[in-house]
């Protein structure tokens, strides 16, 4: 059954942040199965809790059981003053 359908998939998930004034930024990957939140009262919770800030329908909630995580931050080298 495909994830889209309430099933289990293998999924990859990455968030990155650059912080151009301090001139450094992060980044993390996650990987792992993924499965659809269907609970009534968790998707209420969620949907109260997380403000997705792209415009649209957001009635969808996947939980990511992480097998895989990693990340790295990234800092130029500061200049003297």
Known sequence: MPASAGGVGLVGFEVDRIDEVNREGWSVQVTGPARR???PVTVWLLHDLIKPWPPGDHDVCVRIDPVHVSG????ADRRPD
């Open 37 to 39: 939140i269907d609970e």
């Open 72 to 75: 790295r931050h990234v800092r």
